[in-house]
Nanobody
Framework: QVKLVESGGGTVSPGQSLRLSCVAS????????MGWYRQAPGMPRELVAA???????HYVDSVKGRFTASRDNAVNTVYLQMDRLEIEDTAVYYC???????????????WGQGTQVTVSS
């Protein structure tokens, strides 16, 4: 009943910017932390950015100062602003959300299907 849909991926040149969005829909009580993972071919998936329900953020060192996560709780959406993109940023980007169900209990993790980001010269 919970679905995450990413958008905003594409192909850009090094130094350019992209803004990813991910909206959660369905039935749930509340959403806790949200964030973004990425996975390049042949590489392990890594956490890129995380943002708490109150707006606190954490970033992997390789994107610190270039990427900014934000969220709009009114529309259950998390964003990732990616500036000064590098070839090494090329990957499939997945959003996630900690979702608390209406019936109570512990929060569960949900994932989007991913959006491709390609940085090439």
């Amino acid at each position: 009943q919970v679905k995450l849909v990413e958008s905003g991926g594409g192909t850009v040149s090094p130094g350019q910017s992209l803004r990813l969005s991910c909206v959660a829909s369905g039935t749930f009580s509340s959403i806790g932390a949200m964030g973004w993972y990425r996975q390049a071919p042949g590489m392990p998936r890594e956490l890129v950015a995380a943002i708490t329900s109150r707006g606190g953020t954490h970033y992997v060192d390789s994107v610190k100062g270039r990427f900014t996560a934000s969220r709009d709780n009114a529309v259950n959406t998390v964003y990732l602003q990616m500036d000064r993109l590098e070839i090494e940023d090329t990957a499939v980007y997945y959003c996630y959300a900690e979702v608390r169900p209406l019936q109570g209990g512990s929060a569960e993790d949900y994932w989007g299907q991913g959006t491709q980001v390609t940085v090439s010269s």
